[in-house]
């Protein structure tokens, strides 16, 4: 799983929910650690599902600190490239004033 952060993001999860593996909130952080290196490196370069994996990350607080605004911020990139994972939440964000005043006019774009 070195270097695969789809890999290592799932592992993460499925510590943290216990799925196959004791549940186990310090080896849940590693993995979600290293996830958000490899996401966040690839988001960099433009990588489209990075985007919205470290928005989600983000959004979460999942291997970086929480931060909405910031989230909203990857999330936009994503869904500039049309991915849906990353216009759901700009739409969810938006809707909810998470990261940004609540507005449903740009929610419902």
Known sequence: MQGNADAQYALGLSYAA??????DDVE????F??????FRRAA?????????MLGHMMLYGRGVP???????????????????LGQYY???LYSNGMGV???YA???K
Do not use: H, T, Y
Request: net charge negative.
């Open 106 to 108: 740009e929610a419902a």
């Open 18 to 23: 216990g799925r196959g593996v004791p549940s």
């Open 44 to 52: 960099d370069q433009g990588d489209m599902q990075a985007q919205q």
């Open 101 to 103: 005043p609540r507005d």
């Open 33 to 38: 650690d290293q996830a958000a290196i490899g």
């Open 90 to 92: 700009v739409g969810l």
């Open 66 to 84: 929480k931060d909405e605004a910031e989230a909203l911020k990857w999330f936009c990139r994503g869904a500039d490239q049309g991915g849906a």
């Open 28 to 31: 849940a952080k590693r993995w």
